[in-house]
Nanobody
Framework: VQLQAFGGGMVQPGDSLRLSCVAS????????LGWFRQAPGMEREFVAV????????SYSDSVKNRFTISRDNAKKTVYLQMNSLKAEDTAVYYC??????????????????WGKGTQVTVSS
């Protein structure tokens, strides 16, 4: 399984940004997909996850009501719509996947596959 994330960039506080992650390779059809982030000097933290084929979602408290995770199974793609961005959202965002569902907030230790990160910088 390969995960490729897109969509990072530099925005101002209050702006929006959408990240995408495309899964490919063997065993990439029925993945449970999510997002983590890692700020400089900090541990990688859970952001959001969405169960295959859809419906069930979980968010960290820090992004709840601002970020929305969604997926397009035909495209094997998961999205993270980030609204009302804050400076503290600045981090490298990583796509993550599991082949079996893990209920609730994921820890980095339960992730089976990682994508390369994409930088999100929120600054005025």
């Amino acid at each position: 399984v390969q995960l490729q994330a897109f969509g990072g960039g530099m925005v101002q506080p209050g702006d929006s940004l959408r990240l995408s992650c495309v899964a490919s390779g063997r065993a990439s059809n029925n993945l449970h997909l999510g997002w983590f982030r890692q700020a400089p000097g900090m541990e990688r933290e859970f952001v959001a996850v969405m169960k295959w084929p859809g419906g069930l979602r979980s968010y960290s408290d820090s992004v709840k009501n601002r970020f929305t995770i969604s997926r397009d199974n035909a495209k094997k793609t998961v999205y993270l719509q980030m609204n009302s961005l804050k400076a503290e959202d600045t981090a490298v965002y990583y796509c993550a996947a599991r082949t079996s569902w893990y209920a609730g907030a994921w820890s980095a230790g339960v992730v089976s596959y990682w994508g390369k990160g994409t930088q999100v910088t929120v600054s005025s």
